[in-house]
């Protein structure tokens, strides 16, 4: 991982880079930083094509899903991804809940920023971050705190058996 961001970005940036991302080893960063396709074998790419990158990207860090005021205030099947901006681990997490939403159709997915808001955290006794809050018919049936896909995948089809996610 390292020798690929020093060959990617040069050795002086190549720490910094590595440990603000924390690197993933499922490659989920290299794609969407878009770094397979900037920095090929060559592994020649320079910080404004990066940047450049990150603009053409659909994502954003502060994302406003519809607003939860409260844990009471979920409706419906529901997964609510409390998430912190800090959180290196909810960070790698992001493009997998991203695919499970768009593969689990019938039920919502919503994301809480726990250091912008405290009070949503606080009142559905989350302490710690990534924690995945599961609502079947708007009652919480589960708390989930995991930085594995394959664990939260497992948690959901546990909780939703009648939901089929699309492959």
């Known amino acids: 991982v390292y020798a690929v961001a020093s060959a990617a970005l040069g050795p002086d940036a190549a720490p910094a880079y590595t440990e603000a991302l924390g690197w993933p080893a499922d490659g989920e960063t290299r ?3 878009g770094l397979d396709v900037l920095a090929p074998a060559s592994g020649v790419a ?38 912190a901006k800090f959180c290196n681990a909810c960070r790698r997490m992001d493009p ?10 019938g039920l919502r997915f919503y994301r809480v920023d726990s250091t912008s808001d405290r009070t ?14 599961l609502y079947r018919e708007g ?12 664990q939260l995948r497992s948690e959901i089809v546990d909780a939703f058996p009648l939901l089929v996610p699309k492959r």
């Open 46 to 83: 320079s910080f404004f094509d990066i940047d450049e990158s990150l603009e053409a990207g659909d994502w954003e860090d502060d994302l406003a899903a519809d607003a939860l005021t409260s844990p009471n205030a979920v409706e419906g099947d529901a997964v609510v991804f409390v998430t």
């Open 139 to 150: 009652v919480r049936v589960a708390t989930v705190g995991t930085a594995s896909p394959t």
């Open 96 to 105: 997998h809940v991203k695919r499970m939403e768009r593969s689990w159709k």
């Open 120 to 133: 949503f955290a606080a009142a559905a006794g989350v302490d710690s971050t990534p924690t995945f809050l």
């Open 31 to 33: 794609k969407r930083f």
